[in-house]
């Protein structure tokens, strides 16, 4: 069987959160072999979409991490049965010790996943016509668009999409979501590749980390992890 091919990224985590990028064919149909490892609702709503390279963006990702939490614990990617939780994040419905999360944006996707603790990922294909200031009361901190508006203005955006996919990544991890909102995170400005939170951390924040990803030329991209570990049990 046909599978999506998946390339794993270097991080400065722990070795049990791991990360893989997915290259979207966009020459592809949603008929194609790589996809029979669809359930009938996932190829539902794939079909769903109106525009084919937002179909084959979701299917790419979701038939990936199927075929990856498939090999992880062993079992057939049909046998899966993939769940959303009270806050619509999506699950196993089998076990709870494994943790994954999934991110697509452009020609590319990112999974990550990990037995230990929770996870979340996200990324972003950068556009420098993004009018990234409409957007900064709803994704950045007071201290960050001060800073922000300190640097060179040609660094501006790509410090925001530094703050958009670090946010995204850490929220995503807390099963909380963004509904309470980005600006609530400090991480600008950057050093390296560790995020750093600043100033006020939420509740809901202070056990977590993360990392800026190296996943693409003219992307920006992060994953980001509970520092507490679970214990491992799964229940087949």
């Known amino acids: 069987m046909k599978r ?4 794993p990224l270097l991080h400065d985590g722990p070795s049990d959160v791991q990360v893989w990028r997915v290259d979207i064919d966009f020459a592809a149909t949603l008929d194609d072999e790589a996809f029979t490892v669809l359930s009938g609702d996932e190829r539902a709503h794939a079909r769903v979409f109106r525009r ?11 038939a ?22 009270a806050m619509g994040r999506p699950a196993l419905a089998e076990t709870a010790s494994l943790d994954f999360n999934v991110s697509h944006s452009g020609a590319h996707g990112l999974i990550a996943l990990s037995m230990r603790r929770r996870v979340g990922v996200d990324i972003e294909q950068l556009s420098a016509h993004l009018d990234w200031r409409s957007l900064a009361s709803l994704t950045l901190a007071g201290g960050e668009m001060a800073w922000l508006d300190e640097v ?22 807390t099963g909380v979501g963004v509904v309470r909102g980005l600006q609530r995170l400090t991480v600008l400005p950057r050093e390296g590749t560790q995020v750093r939170l600043r100033d006020q951390v939420p509740d809901e924040a ?12 003219g992307y920006a991209a992060c994953v980001a992890w ?3 570990e679970r214990l491992a049990t799964v229940n087949l």
């Open 64 to 85: 990936a991490l199927r075929e990856q939490l498939a090999s992880a614990l062993a079992i057939a990617p049909h046998a899966l049965r993939l769940v959303r939780d």
């Open 206 to 217: 202070r056990d977590l980390a993360a990392t800026w990803l190296n996943a693409s030329a």
């Open 226 to 228: 509970s520092t507490q």
């Open 4 to 7: 999506i091919p998946l390339f």
């Open 52 to 62: 084919s390279e937002d179909a084959l963006r979701f299917a790419t990702v979701r």
């Open 152 to 173: 060179p203005a040609g660094e501006r955006i790509e410090h925001f999409y530094d703050a958009w996919v670090a946010k995204e990544a850490l929220l995503k991890t």
